[in-house]
């Protein structure tokens, strides 16, 4: 493994570390986890810009949030398995924003950010959607506090075990007291990464629920 930089939290830089899809580098791999996982930030460290308008409002009905969590990650792993190359799984991914997102660019990766055509509100918060271009589909919440985080993201585990093909593995953390992620092996051969961690970017802590996945490496985006 090739040295890390400090992303989100000790979990995340341990949960990248440990992915190792095929037809990727090491480093491919932590930029898609850190591009699709976790609140970014400008080069200058300024916060995040929020991604274009909001969806049309939606019923805070956790049931139906997380059923639409489940149907866009079940479409984000039939995705990774088309073999597509990046061009083809960015455009196909950002299809489903309710307004086209602009890319942004950080030092680790360029990703893309918006919220779902379909909204996903669970406790009053809306997922937003993140896509890298290295291989990555996340929904993310971000400005939690620690509670909360860790509530959520023992319900989105519950929530989307059934895509894993086999039980989720918690990821082996540094400090479990700042972050803790779980993985799952899901059709096709990408990995699910359900978790949450305290932001080291912007305030409170985020939760994310990401696929990772390979692409063909002929094109770029």
């Given at each position: 493994m090739i040295a890390a930089r400090e992303l989100a939290g000790p979990a995340i830089l341990a949960l990248a570390c440990s992915m190792s899809c095929s037809a990727r580098t090491d480093a491919q791999t932590r930029a898609a986890f850190e591009a699709a996982s976790r609140p970014t930030s400008s080069d200058d460290g300024t916060p995040r810009e929020r991604p274009g308008r909001r969806p049309r409002p939606a019923a805070d009905d956790p049931r139906t949030a997380w059923q639409s969590v489940g149907e866009?990650?079940?479409?984000?792993?039939?995705?990774?398995?088309?073999?597509?190359?990046?061009?083809?799984?960015?455009?196909?991914?950002t299809a489903w924003c309710a307004v086209a997102p602009?890319?942004?660019?950080?030092?680790?990766?360029?990703?893309?950010?918006?919220?779902?055509?379909e909204p996903m509100v669970v406790a009053g918060r809306t997922f937003t959607l993140?896509?890298?271009p290295d291989g990555a589909i996340g929904l993310l919440i971000d400005e939690l506090d620690e509670a909360a985080s860790r509530a959520l993201a023992d319900?989105?585990?519950?929530?989307?075990?059934?895509?894993?093909?086999?039980?989720f593995v918690a990821v082996p953390a540094d400090d479990a007291s700042v972050s803790a992620f779980h993985t799952c092996p899901?059709?096709?051969?990408?990995?699910?990464?359900?978790?949450?961690?305290?932001?080291?970017?912007?305030?409170?802590?985020f939760v994310s629920v990401t696929v990772l996945g390979a692409l063909r490496r002929s094109a770029a985006p």
């Amino acid at each position: 493994m090739i040295a890390a930089r400090e992303l989100a939290g000790p979990a995340i830089l341990a949960l990248a570390c440990s992915m190792s899809c095929s037809a990727r580098t090491d480093a491919q791999t932590r930029a898609a986890f850190e591009a699709a996982s976790r609140p970014t930030s400008s080069d200058d460290g300024t916060p995040r810009e929020r991604p274009g308008r909001r969806p049309r409002p939606a019923a805070d009905d956790p049931r139906t949030a997380w059923q639409s969590v489940g149907e866009l990650l079940d479409s984000a792993i039939t995705l990774f398995g088309l073999d597509n190359d990046a061009v083809t799984f960015t455009a196909a991914a950002t299809a489903w924003c309710a307004v086209a997102p602009e890319p942004k660019s950080t030092a680790a990766a360029l990703s893309y950010a918006c919220f779902p055509r379909e909204p996903m509100v669970v406790a009053g918060r809306t997922f937003t959607l993140e896509v890298s271009p290295d291989g990555a589909i996340g929904l993310l919440i971000d400005e939690l506090d620690e509670a909360a985080s860790r509530a959520l993201a023992d319900q989105a585990r519950a929530a989307t075990e059934r895509l894993c093909a086999t039980a989720f593995v918690a990821v082996p953390a540094d400090d479990a007291s700042v972050s803790a992620f779980h993985t799952c092996p899901v059709d096709g051969g990408s990995t699910l990464a359900v978790g949450c961690a305290r932001a080291t970017t912007g305030p409170g802590w985020f939760v994310s629920v990401t696929v990772l996945g390979a692409l063909r490496r002929s094109a770029a985006p």
